[in-house]
């Protein structure tokens, strides 16, 4: 098995004894590392496909940056850059992919059938 398979099944499967979680704290870091520089390519693919320049992207940066400080309304922090990666399954694939409740239905049988295979 892959190193990396064993990073998300230990990560899936966390126990609360600190050699785990120091263990899983370790995991989450390296994770997060290949998704930075994840993003740095695609940034660069962008820009030099000419759909991004810099000055489009301090704008949105800066659009998004501001957003995360609230705004009017009954709940502001669903405005916030992070929200949407806060919240559990069921509620992104209503309020950000706007699931409906048969598209989410089926969704959930599509992933128990997953689950059986393995």
């Known amino acids: 098995m892959h190193p990396e398979s064993q ?5 899936q499967h966390l126990s609360a004894d600190p050699a785990s979680l120091k263990q899983a704290v370790e995991d989450l870091r ?7 520089h994840d993003v ?3 940034r660069e693919v962008v820009q030099k ?20 400080y609230g705004g009017p309304g009954p709940h502001p922090w669903h ?3 992070y929200y949407r990666h806060t919240l559990d399954e069921d ?7 706007g699931f409906t409740e048969a598209e989410r239905a089926a969704f959930r049988e599509e992933a128990e ?5 393995t």
Do not use: W
């Not at 990073?7 to 990560?11: K, Q």
């Not at 496909?49 to 995360?68: Q, T, W």
């Not at 059938?113 to 295979?117: E, G, V």
């Open 79 to 81: 405005g916030h850059s």
């Open 30 to 36: 390296h994770m997060l590392l290949s998704v930075i």
């Open 7 to 11: 990073r998300v099944l230990r990560i």
């Open 91 to 97: 509620a992104f694939l209503t309020d950000v992919l």
């Open 113 to 117: 059938t997953r689950c059986t295979m």
């Open 49 to 68: 496909n000419g759909l991004m320049n810099d000055e489009l992207y301090k704008s949105l940066r800066s659009r998004s940056m501001v957003a995360d």
């Open 40 to 42: 740095a390519v695609l």
